[in-house]
């Protein structure tokens, strides 16, 4: 499996939580697992943990490069699937895993994400020339995403061979007090935000909707958790009632989930949205933009959706902040996710089906492709553009 990053890395986030849960339940179903992905300061350049091989080798850019090299050096018919995860840029493994079975993880595509993170030229070259382009080489490759959304969206880059597997879950740990009970509710109106602090978050937004929140609900508060390179600007900005707690533990991230009223999520577009399913499972609702990814996760858990708009956001706040703090709370569920050993299970029945049983051609510009055909490893074959449940 090749990802950018892994959990040792201080950039990592949803895509790599995912890989983590994922690969160490292959390894409990029996399977060897190899983990490629860029070296980290202060990490050995390999390693096995809970049974998964992690190897680190190259940096932001060179990862990619050196996955290759580290595949054609060691490969001699010693991998049997062979995982492209694409996070913005894929591996390219299609064209250089030779007749090793390939298939493809995408959480979601860049697209708006391009014009959030990167300056003009390069975001209009990002989202118009090498996003499409590199996703045309994975038109004959099983790719595997977490949402409707993203299969919708990797659908209109011309990709067919799309299934669904839902997002991954873990039930909440053990975060109650001495009294053996989970912490109560703030007596403030209190609102959580939670993620990486970067431009495609829009967490600027959040500052925004929370200020207009201030003025019809002057006792409100909102928690910020994470880091990232916004923190300065975003403390500069912050309206009196912000608190910042950073990167937290597991638990701590639950126990201010259950304190708080409502999450708040403003993301220009995500895979699913985890943060929401899991104040979800400590009843805590979402109120998030309407975009890919969060109207799946948010639709799922029973929260609410809004125009993006920092004031569309406020609006609802305000509307629904003050029955949830009298203790009206609404019925809210982890819903559309799985155990993370039947998230693996499921992954595997995709990658290993073969969906090209017939294979198909395309004639463009006079030149005809044909589609690989691949072996049936899995049983049953499977249709394209499915849900896996």
């Excluded at 639950?254 to 104040?279: M, N």
Aim: with cysteine; hydrophobic share 40%.
């Amino acid at each position: 499996m090749f990802n950018w990053r892994d959990m040792a890395h201080p950039l990592a986030g949803g895509a790599e939580v995912y890989t983590h849960n994922v690969t160490r339940a292959w390894v409990d179903q029996g399977h060897d697992v190899t983990l490629f992905c860029a070296a980290v300061d202060g990490a050995p350049g390999e390693e096995v943990a809970d049974g998964v091989r992690t190897v680190r080798r190259g940096g932001r850019h060179s990862v990619y490069t050196q996955a290759r090299r580290f595949y054609v050096a060691e490969r001699s018919g010693t991998y049997d699937l062979v995982v492209d995860e694409v996070n913005t840029r894929p591996f390219g493994c299609p064209r250089w895993a030779g007749t090793t079975r390939v298939a493809a993880l995408v959480h979601q595509v860049a697209r708006e994400v391009w014009h959030q993170e990167t300056a003009i030229p390069v975001a209009l070259l990002g989202r118009y020339v090498l996003e499409p382009r590199w996703l045309a080489a994975y038109r004959d490759v099983p790719v595997m995403t977490v949402s409707e959304s993203s299969r919708a969206s990797l659908a209109e880059y011309g990709l067919s061979n799309i299934t669904v597997v839902p997002e991954g879950f873990t039930e909440p740990p053990d975060f109650a007090g001495p009294n053996g009970t989970r912490p109560p509710r703030e007596g403030r109106p209190t609102l959580v935000w939670a993620g990486r602090l970067a431009r495609n978050k829009r967490p600027l937004d959040a500052l925004e909707a929370f200020e207009r929140v201030r003025e019809e609900v002057p006792d409100a508060q909102l928690w910020i958790i994470g880091s990232g390179p916004m923190e300065h600007l975003l403390r500069a900005a912050a309206p009196d009632g912000t608190t910042f707690f950073g990167r937290v533990p597991e638990v701590e991230k639950y126990r201010l989930f259950a304190r708080a009223h409502a999450l708040i999520a403003t993301s220009v577009r995500e895979g699913w949205g985890l943060t929401v399913t899991e104040a979800a499972s400590v009843g805590t609702p979402a109120i998030a933009y309407n975009v890919p990814g969060l109207a799946d996760s948010v639709t799922a858990s029973k929260g609410c959706i809004v125009r993006p708009s920092p004031g569309a956001l406020a609006k609802k706040i305000v509307e629904l902040l003050p029955s949830w703090v009298d203790g009206v709370m609404p019925d809210v569920i982890p819903g559309g996710v799985l155990p993370w050993k039947d998230v693996a299970s499921l992954l595997l029945e995709g990658m290993l089906s073969d969906r090209s049983a017939e294979q198909r051609t395309r004639s463009k510009a006079g030149r005809v492709r044909t589609a690989r055909t691949t072996g049936d490893l899995a049983g049953t074959p499977v249709r394209p553009n499915r849900t896996l449940r």
